[in-house]
Protein backbone atom coordinates (compact mmCIF):
# COMPACT_ATOMS: atom_id res chain seq x y z
CA UNK A 1 0.00 0.00 0.00
CA UNK A 2 1.62 3.71 -0.97
CA UNK A 3 0.16 7.02 -0.02
CA UNK A 4 -2.68 7.92 2.42
CA UNK A 5 -5.82 6.16 2.74
CA UNK A 6 -9.24 7.24 0.79
CA UNK A 7 -10.42 9.99 2.56
CA UNK A 8 -14.09 8.98 3.20
CA UNK A 9 -12.45 5.87 5.42
CA UNK A 10 -9.06 8.71 6.97
CA UNK A 11 -11.78 10.38 9.63
CA UNK A 12 -13.05 6.93 11.05
CA UNK A 13 -9.68 6.38 11.40
CA UNK A 14 -8.30 9.09 12.98
CA UNK A 15 -11.12 9.02 15.42
CA UNK A 16 -10.92 5.54 16.53
CA UNK A 17 -7.30 6.18 16.81
CA UNK A 18 -7.85 8.83 18.95
CA UNK A 19 -10.20 6.64 20.67
CA UNK A 20 -7.27 4.07 21.26
CA UNK A 21 -5.19 6.31 22.60
CA UNK A 22 -7.97 7.62 24.95
CA UNK A 23 -8.44 4.17 26.43
CA UNK A 24 -4.86 3.25 26.86
CA UNK A 25 -4.24 6.43 28.85
CA UNK A 26 -7.09 5.44 31.14
CA UNK A 27 -6.09 1.65 31.57
CA UNK A 28 -2.49 3.17 32.53
CA UNK A 29 -4.69 5.31 34.89
CA UNK A 30 -6.13 1.85 35.97
CA UNK A 31 -2.50 -0.08 36.67
CA UNK A 32 -1.35 2.99 38.75
CA UNK A 33 -4.34 3.57 40.96
CA UNK A 34 -6.52 0.02 40.93
CA UNK A 35 -3.65 -1.97 39.79
CA UNK A 36 -2.93 -4.72 37.34
CA UNK A 37 -5.84 -7.18 38.90
CA UNK A 38 -8.18 -4.49 37.14
CA UNK A 39 -6.97 -3.15 34.03
CA UNK A 40 -9.62 -4.63 31.18
CA UNK A 41 -12.62 -3.07 30.65
CA UNK A 42 -14.53 -6.23 32.03
CA UNK A 43 -12.67 -5.56 35.85
CA UNK A 44 -13.46 -2.27 35.95
CA UNK A 45 -16.99 -2.51 34.99
CA UNK A 46 -17.33 -4.94 36.83
CA UNK A 47 -15.70 -3.29 40.03
CA UNK A 48 -17.57 -0.63 39.81
CA UNK A 49 -21.10 -2.04 39.17
CA UNK A 50 -19.90 -3.88 42.57
CA UNK A 51 -19.13 -0.64 44.13
CA UNK A 52 -22.22 0.68 43.45
CA UNK A 53 -24.56 -1.76 44.36
CA UNK A 54 -25.13 -2.94 48.10
CA UNK A 55 -25.55 -6.52 47.88
CA UNK A 56 -24.94 -8.60 43.97
CA UNK A 57 -24.74 -12.42 43.65
CA UNK A 58 -22.85 -13.69 40.53
CA UNK A 59 -25.70 -14.30 38.72
CA UNK A 60 -26.94 -10.83 39.38
CA UNK A 61 -23.60 -9.34 38.02
CA UNK A 62 -24.31 -11.74 35.11
CA UNK A 63 -27.61 -10.10 34.64
CA UNK A 64 -26.97 -7.02 34.73
CA UNK A 65 -23.81 -6.89 32.69
CA UNK A 66 -25.42 -9.24 29.75
CA UNK A 67 -22.08 -11.14 30.54
CA UNK A 68 -22.13 -14.55 30.24
CA UNK A 69 -21.59 -16.69 34.17
CA UNK A 70 -18.25 -18.06 33.15
CA UNK A 71 -16.70 -15.13 31.96
CA UNK A 72 -18.23 -13.12 35.17
CA UNK A 73 -16.54 -15.80 37.77
CA UNK A 74 -13.06 -15.65 35.46
CA UNK A 75 -13.13 -11.35 36.19
CA UNK A 76 -14.71 -11.65 39.54
CA UNK A 77 -11.54 -13.99 40.42
CA UNK A 78 -9.10 -11.76 39.22
CA UNK A 79 -10.65 -9.08 41.34
CA UNK A 80 -10.31 -11.30 44.11
CA UNK A 81 -7.09 -12.07 43.90
CA UNK A 82 -6.17 -8.52 43.61
CA UNK A 83 -7.73 -7.92 47.07
CA UNK A 84 -10.13 -5.72 45.75
CA UNK A 85 -13.62 -7.52 46.00
CA UNK A 86 -14.47 -10.51 48.41
CA UNK A 87 -16.91 -13.49 47.84
CA UNK A 88 -18.54 -14.77 51.19
CA UNK A 89 -21.87 -16.55 51.73
CA UNK A 90 -24.75 -14.66 52.05
CA UNK A 91 -26.18 -15.24 55.78
CA UNK A 92 -29.99 -15.17 55.21
CA UNK A 93 -29.07 -17.69 52.46
CA UNK A 94 -26.20 -20.35 52.80
CA UNK A 95 -26.56 -21.40 48.71
CA UNK A 96 -26.12 -17.67 47.42
CA UNK A 97 -22.90 -15.76 47.56
CA UNK A 98 -22.11 -12.15 47.77
CA UNK A 99 -19.61 -9.94 46.26
CA UNK A 100 -18.84 -6.93 48.12
CA UNK A 101 -15.96 -4.39 47.51
CA UNK A 102 -12.25 -4.53 50.15
CA UNK A 103 -11.89 -1.45 52.48
CA UNK A 104 -8.56 -2.08 50.03
CA UNK A 105 -10.80 -1.68 46.84
CA UNK A 106 -12.95 1.30 47.83
CA UNK A 107 -9.85 3.36 48.52
CA UNK A 108 -8.24 2.60 45.38
CA UNK A 109 -11.42 3.51 43.89
CA UNK A 110 -11.32 6.41 45.32
CA UNK A 111 -7.92 7.29 43.93
CA UNK A 112 -9.01 6.01 40.65
CA UNK A 113 -12.44 8.63 40.45
CA UNK A 114 -9.59 11.62 41.84
CA UNK A 115 -6.99 10.69 38.60
CA UNK A 116 -10.04 10.45 36.40
CA UNK A 117 -11.87 13.33 37.17
CA UNK A 118 -7.89 15.11 36.76
CA UNK A 119 -7.84 12.94 33.36
CA UNK A 120 -11.36 13.75 31.81
CA UNK A 121 -11.34 17.81 32.93
CA UNK A 122 -8.00 17.75 30.51
CA UNK A 123 -10.04 15.49 27.45
CA UNK A 124 -12.32 18.46 26.30
CA UNK A 125 -10.25 18.54 22.99
CA UNK A 126 -9.70 15.08 22.17
CA UNK A 127 -13.93 15.17 22.96
CA UNK A 128 -14.22 18.12 20.04
CA UNK A 129 -12.08 16.68 17.40
CA UNK A 130 -13.57 13.21 17.74
CA UNK A 131 -17.06 14.08 17.90
CA UNK A 132 -15.61 16.42 14.67
CA UNK A 133 -14.15 13.28 13.11
CA UNK A 134 -17.41 11.84 13.62
CA UNK A 135 -19.59 14.42 12.32
CA UNK A 136 -21.48 14.61 15.30
CA UNK A 137 -21.98 18.25 17.26
CA UNK A 138 -20.32 18.48 20.62
CA UNK A 139 -22.31 18.03 24.03
CA UNK A 140 -23.60 21.79 25.60
CA UNK A 141 -21.36 22.95 28.35
CA UNK A 142 -22.26 21.42 31.42
CA UNK A 143 -24.75 18.44 29.46
CA UNK A 144 -21.62 15.84 31.09
CA UNK A 145 -21.36 14.46 34.49
CA UNK A 146 -17.77 14.96 35.30
CA UNK A 147 -18.60 15.71 38.58
CA UNK A 148 -18.79 11.68 39.12
CA UNK A 149 -16.23 10.14 36.73
CA UNK A 150 -16.85 7.13 37.93
CA UNK A 151 -20.51 7.55 36.13
CA UNK A 152 -18.32 8.06 32.81
CA UNK A 153 -15.86 5.31 33.67
CA UNK A 154 -18.33 2.60 33.31
CA UNK A 155 -20.16 3.44 30.75
CA UNK A 156 -16.53 3.62 28.57
CA UNK A 157 -15.95 0.10 29.94
CA UNK A 158 -19.17 -1.08 29.20
CA UNK A 159 -18.61 0.41 25.93
CA UNK A 160 -14.89 -0.52 25.42
CA UNK A 161 -16.28 -3.97 26.51
CA UNK A 162 -18.48 -4.74 23.82
CA UNK A 163 -16.28 -3.26 21.18
CA UNK A 164 -13.39 -5.52 22.41
CA UNK A 165 -15.29 -8.77 22.29
CA UNK A 166 -16.80 -7.99 18.90
CA UNK A 167 -13.67 -6.38 17.30
CA UNK A 168 -11.71 -9.46 18.25
CA UNK A 169 -14.32 -12.06 17.50
CA UNK A 170 -14.45 -9.90 13.70
CA UNK A 171 -10.46 -10.00 13.18
CA UNK A 172 -9.98 -13.49 14.49
CA UNK A 173 -9.39 -14.84 11.09
CA UNK A 174 -6.65 -12.42 11.17
CA UNK A 175 -4.85 -13.69 13.62
CA UNK A 176 -5.63 -10.70 15.34
CA UNK A 177 -6.20 -10.69 19.68
CA UNK A 178 -3.91 -7.96 20.55
CA UNK A 179 -4.66 -4.33 21.25
CA UNK A 180 -1.11 -3.01 20.30
CA UNK A 181 -2.10 -5.16 16.80
CA UNK A 182 -4.80 -3.70 16.38
CA UNK A 183 -3.38 -0.06 17.19
CA UNK A 184 -0.79 -0.57 15.27
CA UNK A 185 -2.00 -1.74 12.46
CA UNK A 186 -4.78 1.48 12.26
CA UNK A 187 -1.72 3.36 12.82
CA UNK A 188 0.29 2.23 9.37
CA UNK A 189 -2.81 2.59 7.35
CA UNK A 190 -3.18 6.25 8.44
CA UNK A 191 0.35 6.91 7.96
CA UNK A 192 0.80 4.93 4.42
CA UNK A 193 3.65 4.17 5.60
CA UNK A 194 5.56 4.23 9.00
CA UNK A 195 9.23 4.04 10.34
CA UNK A 196 9.25 1.15 13.03
CA UNK A 197 11.02 4.13 15.36
CA UNK A 198 8.24 5.90 15.02
CA UNK A 199 5.82 3.14 15.13
CA UNK A 200 7.46 2.52 18.96
CA UNK A 201 7.23 5.73 20.01
CA UNK A 202 3.50 6.44 19.05
CA UNK A 203 2.88 2.77 20.85
CA UNK A 204 4.61 3.60 23.54
CA UNK A 205 6.57 0.42 23.36
CA UNK A 206 10.21 -0.15 23.59
CA UNK A 207 11.91 -0.89 20.09
CA UNK A 208 12.26 -4.69 21.22
CA UNK A 209 8.76 -4.93 22.05
CA UNK A 210 7.90 -3.23 18.85
CA UNK A 211 9.91 -5.81 16.53
CA UNK A 212 8.01 -8.85 18.15
CA UNK A 213 4.81 -6.93 17.51
CA UNK A 214 6.03 -6.57 14.16
CA UNK A 215 7.07 -10.09 14.07
CA UNK A 216 3.80 -11.23 15.05
CA UNK A 217 2.07 -9.19 12.14
CA UNK A 218 4.82 -9.92 9.25
CA UNK A 219 4.11 -13.43 10.37
CA UNK A 220 0.28 -13.17 9.66
CA UNK A 221 0.70 -11.70 6.07
CA UNK A 222 -0.58 -8.20 7.63
CA UNK A 223 2.72 -5.69 6.97
CA UNK A 224 5.48 -6.21 4.90
CA UNK A 225 8.77 -4.04 5.88
CA UNK A 226 10.58 -2.23 2.70
CA UNK A 227 13.95 -1.12 2.51
CA UNK A 228 13.56 -0.01 -0.66
CA UNK A 229 11.15 3.07 0.45
CA UNK A 230 13.79 5.59 0.96
CA UNK A 231 16.53 6.39 -1.80
CA UNK A 232 20.10 6.02 -1.18
CA UNK A 233 19.46 4.86 2.15
CA UNK A 234 18.84 0.81 2.37
CA UNK A 235 19.15 0.95 5.81
CA UNK A 236 16.11 2.41 6.74
CA UNK A 237 13.08 0.31 7.13
CA UNK A 238 9.70 1.51 5.75
CA UNK A 239 6.12 -0.21 7.39
CA UNK A 240 3.24 -0.65 4.51
CA UNK A 241 0.09 -2.52 4.98
CA UNK A 242 -0.01 -5.67 2.66
CA UNK A 243 -3.66 -6.21 1.02
CA UNK A 244 -4.49 -8.64 3.91
CA UNK A 245 -3.55 -5.89 6.18
CA UNK A 246 -5.69 -3.33 4.43
CA UNK A 247 -8.51 -6.01 4.57
CA UNK A 248 -8.03 -6.47 8.55
CA UNK A 249 -8.14 -2.38 8.86
CA UNK A 250 -11.73 -2.07 6.60
CA UNK A 251 -13.16 -4.80 9.38
CA UNK A 252 -12.05 -3.00 11.99
CA UNK A 253 -13.07 0.12 10.75
CA UNK A 254 -16.21 -1.38 9.94
CA UNK A 255 -16.45 -2.80 13.13
CA UNK A 256 -15.72 0.32 14.92
CA UNK A 257 -18.31 2.47 13.40
CA UNK A 258 -20.59 -0.01 14.38
CA UNK A 259 -20.19 0.51 17.80
CA UNK A 260 -19.15 4.31 17.78
CA UNK A 261 -22.28 5.51 18.34
CA UNK A 262 -21.63 3.92 22.08
CA UNK A 263 -18.64 5.18 22.80
CA UNK A 264 -19.12 8.50 21.86
CA UNK A 265 -22.11 8.12 24.28
CA UNK A 266 -20.10 7.34 26.79
CA UNK A 267 -17.13 9.25 25.72
CA UNK A 268 -19.88 12.38 26.35
CA UNK A 269 -20.39 11.70 29.98
CA UNK A 270 -16.31 12.84 30.45
CA UNK A 271 -17.26 16.51 29.29
CA UNK A 272 -16.20 18.86 31.85
CA UNK A 273 -19.46 20.70 33.65
Wanted: net charge neutral.
Amino acid sequence: MTGKPEIDEAPLARAMVMLSRYSADITRIAVQQLGRGAVENRDIQFLLAVHDTALVTPTGLAAATGTAPSQVSRVLGRLERAGLVTRTPDAGDRRRVLVTVTGKGRRRIAAFADRLGDYFAAGEPLLKETYQLLGWATPEPGAGTAANPLVAASAMARAGATFVDDVTTTLEPFGITEFADRFALALIFLAGQQRPSRLAEELGFTLSGTSALLTRLESAGLITRRHDAIAGDRRAVQLELTLRGEEAVGVQLDTFARHAPELAGALRLTWPG
